[in-house]
């Protein structure tokens, strides 16, 4: 049986080709008399037969819009692939909660010199030895072009070939399970890329008039679309055995239905995970600063797993680097780092010069903390810098290491991104590979206008549809063997050994954390005490030595200079952290 929704067209027809592209069959479909816009036939495909759709008398063939693989491209014929004949090994694997856990990011085509999934296979046993817990993927799904960071998709269920397309995004999973890392798929739910995007020609995906950032706006009044995404979302995690699914730019979901689509997949992954005995996470992006995401259900909230916090990001960068331009201003603030560690969002109803309004709402404190996935760096905020550059190309190593310290050591779930943990120097560029020479023009021309409105010199502005800026977004592995990089990788997993090691590190009470500004000077040359529970961060960023109070029981477990520790007091060099506490802990009601 074969099926596809296509409300907007009179006739429809399934065409299947041979191995040389070749006509072998074809067959009309009989409209369903639903009323739904569905049209089936009693056509049975096998593994790896392609076939595609034609639309009325419209001879171009289509590909399937739920195809699970394009083996060569976008543009062309779909192909079938059935996920059940995957040879899992997995079937001892129970999942991973979010909570206590420590995410790395990880873009396929540039986390290691082949791009594919089959290769990043091989640096898994990199990211457990680090001391990671769930590995988050930038989007698979198919786009146009050999490679770009994959928020231009236009077939949601399948995996970009370029990549090694299903069966390998499954091996890949399988691996990640075979040594204890749950995998997180980031999803785009709320637009479709500019090429390749043929949804439109078969129903209404998109709602007319309504556009956002990226482009037209994804219907969610249609039943049909809403039962596409919900089915996307459950087929990575039940077909590709995922444990998770961040939510891209949910603020950019237009949705005025009685039930929010972030509720409707909140509840449907839930009944997932309850049938399947394993957690299952759901993560937004979001813009809002809206607690209503990760609020439970029963409270009036959607009951999604975590959000990001752009807010702690930053409050992170302001404090590292004092830029204050654009919306880093309000994060100047000498309370920036204190009021994120304590509530999370800066941003909690006060005024943001930024947008010129009042923006966001405080999260109750009975939300734990885990709840808000924290970072000093990640894709958006590196990539969508003029010249994609990453803090170790401004930063000292000292400073590197400080921000290991505050990302490692936040009461949120910690994200790193890729290379991170050994302060990788290679940048992180925006890239794109359009086919079409006008659309790869105006991306290019588009990006460096943008940038030069902000002041920066056109010439320095990569362009992203050159070969070179995406070779130049790879790792470079070797680093690693570099002192100044290995020390960074050394001190990253320390201090995830920490973060596990004491239970103060994890404790989901925000009133369990305390924030005092030690030095109040400008963005950049600050000091801070972090206390959680019985376990301190103190922090100087300064260009001076910096002296804290210290309990007679506390030693140093991790620093990054080596302080001077006297009886009552320990004292920082610049641009330094230690994180100290009681060596021994007694547990209540024991002796």
């Given at each position: 049986?074969?099926?596809?929704?296509?409300?907007?067209?009179?006739?429809?027809?399934?065409?299947?080709?041979?191995?040389?592209?070749?006509?072998?069959?074809?067959?009309?479909?009989?409209?369903?008399?639903?009323?739904?816009?569905?049209?089936?036939?009693?056509?049975?495909?096998g593994?790896?037969?392609?076939?595609?759709?034609?639309?009325?008398?419209?001879?171009?063939?289509?590909?399937?819009?739920?195809?699970?693989?394009?083996?060569?491209?976008?543009?062309?014929?779909?192909?079938?692939?059935?996920?059940?004949?995957?040879?899992?090994?997995?079937?001892?694997?129970?999942?991973?909660?979010?909570?206590?856990?420590?995410?790395?990011?990880?873009?396929?085509?540039?986390?290691?010199?082949e791009?594919?999934?089959?290769?990043?296979?091989?640096?898994?046993?990199?990211?457990?030895?680090?001391?990671?817990?769930?590995?988050?993927?930038?989007?698979?799904?198919?786009?146009?072009?050999?490679?770009?960071?994959?928020?231009?998709?236009?077939?949601?269920?399948?995996?970009?070939?370029?990549?090694?397309?299903?069966?390998?995004?499954?091996?890949?999973?399988?691996?990640?399970?075979?040594?204890?890392?749950?995998?997180?798929?980031?999803?785009?739910?709320?637009?479709?890329g500019?090429?390749?995007?043929?949804?439109?020609?078969?129903?209404?995906?998109l709602?007319?008039?309504?556009?956002?950032?990226?482009?037209?706006?994804?219907?969610?009044?249609?039943?049909e679309?809403?039962?596409?995404?919900?089915?996307?979302?459950?087929?990575w995690?039940?077909?590709?055995?995922?444990?998770?699914?961040?939510?891209?730019?949910?603020?950019?979901?237009?949705?005025?239905?009685?039930?929010?689509?972030?509720?409707?997949?909140?509840?449907?992954?839930?009944?997932?995970?309850?049938?399947?005995?394993r957690?299952?996470?759901?993560?937004?992006?979001s813009?809002?600063?809206?607690?209503?995401?990760?609020?439970?259900?029963?409270a009036?909230?959607?009951g999604?797993?975590?959000?990001?916090?752009?807010?702690?990001?930053?409050?992170?960068?302001?404090?590292?680097?004092a830029?204050?331009a654009?919306?880093?201003?309000?994060?100047?603030?000498?309370?920036?780092?204190?009021?994120?560690?304590r509530?999370?969002?800066?941003?909690?109803?006060?005024?943001?010069?930024?947008?010129?309004?009042?923006?966001?709402?405080?999260?109750?404190?009975?939300?734990?903390?885990?709840?808000?996935?924290?970072?000093?760096?990640?894709?958006?905020?590196?990539?969508?810098?003029?010249?994609?550059?990453?803090?170790?190309?401004?930063?000292?190593?000292?400073?590197?290491?400080?921000?290991?310290?505050?990302?490692?050591?936040?009461?949120?779930?910690?994200?790193?991104?890729?290379?991170e943990?050994?302060?990788?120097?290679?940048?992180?560029?925006?890239?794109?590979?359009?086919?079409?020479?006008?659309?790869?023009?105006?991306?290019?021309?588009?990006?460096?206008?943008?940038?030069?409105?902000?002041?920066?010199?056109?010439?320095?502005?990569?362009d992203?549809?050159?070969?070179?800026?995406?070779?130049?977004?790879?790792?470079?592995?070797?680093?690693?063997?570099?002192?100044?990089?290995?020390?960074?990788?050394?001190?990253?997993?320390?201090?995830?050994?920490?973060?596990?090691?004491?239970?103060?590190?994890?404790?989901?009470?925000?009133?369990?954390?305390?924030?005092?500004l030690?030095?109040?000077?400008?963005?950049?040359?600050?000091?801070?005490?972090?206390?959680?529970?019985?376990?301190?961060?103190?922090v100087?960023?300064?260009?001076?030595?910096?002296?804290?109070?210290?309990?007679?029981?506390?030693?140093?477990?991790?620093?990054?200079?080596?302080?001077?520790?006297?009886?009552?007091?320990?004292?920082?060099?610049?641009?330094?952290?230690?994180?100290?506490?009681?060596?021994?802990?007694?547990?209540?009601?024991?002796?």
């Open positions: 049986m074969i099926a596809v929704w296509a409300p907007r067209a009179d006739r429809v027809r399934v065409r299947v080709l041979d191995p040389d592209g070749r006509i072998r069959q074809e067959q009309e479909l009989a409209r369903a008399d639903d009323r739904a816009g569905w049209w089936r036939g009693d056509l049975t495909l593994d790896g037969e392609r076939y595609g759709f034609l639309l009325g008398d419209d001879e171009r063939l289509r590909p399937d819009p739920r195809s699970r693989w394009q083996p060569e491209g976008v543009h062309a014929a779909s192909a079938v692939y059935d996920p059940r004949g995957f040879p899992w090994t997995d079937g001892a694997w129970q999942g991973r909660p979010l909570a206590g856990g420590v995410i790395s990011e990880v873009h396929i085509g540039t986390f290691t010199p791009g594919t999934l089959d290769a990043a296979i091989d640096r898994l046993d990199h990211l457990v030895e680090l001391g990671i817990t769930h590995v988050e993927l930038l989007p698979v799904n198919a786009f146009n072009g050999a490679w770009n960071w994959g928020y231009d998709g236009v077939l949601w269920y399948a995996v970009h070939d370029g990549y090694g397309g299903p069966r390998a995004y499954q091996r890949f999973v399988d691996a990640a399970h075979a040594r204890g890392l749950a995998v997180i798929q980031d999803v785009v739910y709320n637009h479709l500019p090429s390749g995007n043929y949804l439109p020609e078969f129903g209404p995906y709602r007319e008039g309504s556009r956002n950032t990226w482009g037209d706006s994804i219907d969610l009044d249609e039943p679309v809403r039962a596409y995404i919900v089915d996307n979302a459950l087929m995690l039940r077909d590709h055995h995922v444990d998770g699914l961040r939510l891209d730019a949910v603020h950019a979901l237009h949705d005025d239905g009685p039930v929010h689509i972030l509720r409707e997949l909140a509840e449907r992954v839930d009944a997932l995970s309850a049938q399947q005995n957690p299952l996470t759901l993560i937004a992006e813009d809002l600063n809206d607690p209503t995401l990760i609020l439970p259900r029963e009036g909230g959607y999604l797993t975590a959000q990001w916090s752009d807010d702690w990001h930053h409050a992170v960068h302001v404090a590292l680097t830029e204050v654009g919306y880093y201003a309000d994060f100047a603030d000498p309370d920036a780092l204190g009021k994120v560690t509530g999370g969002f800066f941003h909690d109803g006060t005024f943001s010069s930024f947008r010129g309004r009042a923006h966001g709402a405080p999260i109750p404190p009975e939300v734990p903390t885990w709840r808000l996935v924290t970072f000093a760096q990640d894709h958006d905020q590196i990539g969508n810098r003029a010249t994609g550059d990453r803090l170790s190309a401004t930063l000292s190593t000292d400073r590197l290491a400080v921000a290991a310290v505050l990302v490692l050591t936040a009461p949120g779930t910690p994200m790193l991104f890729m290379g943990e050994w302060g990788a120097s290679t940048p992180w560029q925006f890239f794109t590979a359009h086919p079409e020479p006008e659309l790869g023009r105006a991306t290019a021309e588009g990006r460096i206008a943008e940038f030069a409105r902000m002041g920066w010199d056109p010439t320095t502005v990569p992203p549809q050159d070969p070179e800026t995406f070779a130049r977004s790879h790792l470079d592995w070797a680093e690693i063997s570099d002192p100044a990089h290995a020390r960074l990788l050394a001190l990253h997993r320390d201090l995830i050994a920490l973060r596990r090691a004491r239970p103060e590190l994890t404790d989901p009470d925000a009133a369990e954390n305390s924030v005092r030690v030095v109040a000077g400008g963005p950049g040359a600050r000091a801070w005490r972090i206390d959680r529970g019985d376990v301190a961060i103190l100087n960023l300064t260009a001076d030595a910096v002296a804290f109070s210290r309990p007679v029981d506390s030693a140093v477990l991790v620093g990054t200079a080596l302080p001077i520790v006297e009886e009552t007091r320990i004292t920082l060099p610049p641009e330094s952290a230690v994180v100290i506490g009681p060596l021994v802990k007694t547990v209540p009601g024991r002796q």
